[in-house]
């Protein structure tokens, strides 16, 4: 009976799969994902928010947006917070602009409304279809970049310096050299094709730190915090405020170009895209990202998102929604496991950090590098974002350089309308605003 309702449901047959493949694949991403679990709290507790809470809110928002990806568009794609858009409401919104993070919250919940809405209507697929592709791969670089830099900067690799703004650290204390041994063993155990290398990498860092008593161990199972310090703590009356427009529309660009590139990402290695070269059931795969990203708002964390880690359930077989379902069923299952999540230092988080910026900045190499038109915008979109220290300045700078060189070399009709729009937009944030 089981088996008949998972085949009606997730069309196994149809998809060449069975339900042990699907399992497995589940398992692979949650491993692949899990990360974000210790990551995502780590980086919003900087803005004064309670780790556990936050914990939790993770947990949830990822098990939601996950189970709603695999019963509503029926595909094997893991959601929870992003890592940009964490990093954009800790170092952007907050600790950057001023804004409270009640606010932050507000501008995400919004962002999330204004996202659905494009999910059910066209606006989405020709915003996404109409930004160059040389512009969303700089972006995604420059956010790979932004994140390590953060890493490095959380773990003490690299220092302020007075005269060189930057400077390396001191590479013999415990937490820089704990942080780079990390991402080192990270980084082979991924190459050796390791499932869960970073969750693995961590908690070895970890134990090294617990063994030697640079780091506390707390233990590793206990009734899940209380989400009550985040839950519903948004400040919806400061979000609309004027000074939070260009706040909402970064979280919004942001968030639509990160799940755009990951279905089309995974889509295409789970050989899911029809013949028509579009994806199938795209408004439900919108509509569960953008409905996650407020609920996860109301739950109390930063946007959320698909996950390109979710390839690695693919590459294992992973074909259907059921995949995202036992995703989603061990994220509520790691609501358990918040003492060790408390125990993971913070050196441990930045070694994670800098694998994932690592993977994230090699979408440079799909530049088109023979057009200097469209390479020199996408670097300088990704050079923009860790120098500036802000993901919102950067896509600002890359979309005015694009429209600005366009017009200078006498081919204006290269620039998509949204592009010049985002463009006039920007440049009136950066001279008026």
């Known amino acids: ?57 993770t947990c949830l928002a990822a098990a939601v947006g996950t189970l709603i990806m695999g ?32 606010a932050a919250l507000g501008a995400v919940l919004i962002s999330g409304i204004i996202f659905i809405v494009l999910s059910v209507l066209p606006i989405r697929e020709w915003l996404i279809n109409s930004i160059p592709r040389n512009l969303k791969l700089g972006m995604c670089a420059g956010i790979g970049l932004f994140l390590a830099f953060i890493a490095m900067k959380n773990a003490g690799v690299i220092v302020s310096n007075p005269a060189t703004f930057v400077a390396l650290g001191d590479l013999t204390s415990f937490a820089p050299a704990a942080a780079l041994l990390g991402f080192f063993l990270i980084t082979a155990l991924m190459s050796r094709g390791v499932g869960g290398a970073v969750i693995i990498g961590m908690l070895a860092l970890s134990a090294v730190g617990w063994l030697s008593g640079q780091a506390s161990f707390n233990g590793v199972v206990s009734a899940p915090p209380s989400i009550a310090p985040v839950f519903l703590e948004l400040d919806l009356v400061a979000a609309f405020d004027v000074a939070m427009i260009s706040v909402v529309f970064t979280l919004l660009l942001v968030d639509i170009f990160d799940t755009a590139g990951t ?22 795969a919108l509509l569960a990202d953008s409905g996650a990203t407020a609920a996860g708002a109301v739950l109390g964390t930063s946007s959320t998102t698909s996950y390109i880690e979710s390839a690695a359930g693919v590459e294992s077989g992973g074909r259907t929604g059921l995949t995202a379902v036992v995703i989603a069923a061990l994220f509520v299952l790691c609501l358990l496991f918040a003492p060790l999540a ?25 530049l088109a590098w023979d057009d200097l038109t469209e390479s020199a915008p996408a670097v300088l979109t990704a050079i923009a974002m860790p120098l500036s220290f802000s993901i919102a300045d950067g896509i600002g700078i890359g979309f005015i350089s694009y429209a600005v060189i366009k017009l200078m070399v006498g081919r204006p009709r290269e620039c998509p309308p949204a592009v010049a729009l985002v463009a006039v937009v920007f440049l009136l944030k950066f001279t008026l605003l």
């Open 263 to 284: 279905l089309v990402g995974v889509a295409t290695r789970g050989k899911l895209i029809g013949p028509d070269g579009k994806l199938p059931r795209l408004r439900g």
């Open 342 to 366: 408390q125990s993971i230092p913070p050196y441990a988080s930045a070694a994670a950090l800098l694998f994932v910026a690592a993977s994230m900045a090699r979408s440079l190499v799909d």
């Open 71 to 102: 019963l509503a568009a029926n595909y094997p794609i893991g959601l929870a917070p992003g890592m940009g858009q964490n990093a954009f409401f800790t170092y952007g919104i907050v600790l950057g602009m001023g804004h409270t993070w009640e």
């Open 1 to 57: 009976m089981i088996t008949n309702l998972l085949e009606r449901t997730f069309h196994l047959r149809e998809n060449e799969t069975n339900v042990r493949r699907e399992v497995t694949a589940g398992v692979t991403t949650f491993l692949a994902m899990a990360y974000i679990t210790v990551v995502n709290p780590d980086m919003l507790s900087n803005t004064g928010m309670d780790f556990g809470a936050v914990f939790v809110a």
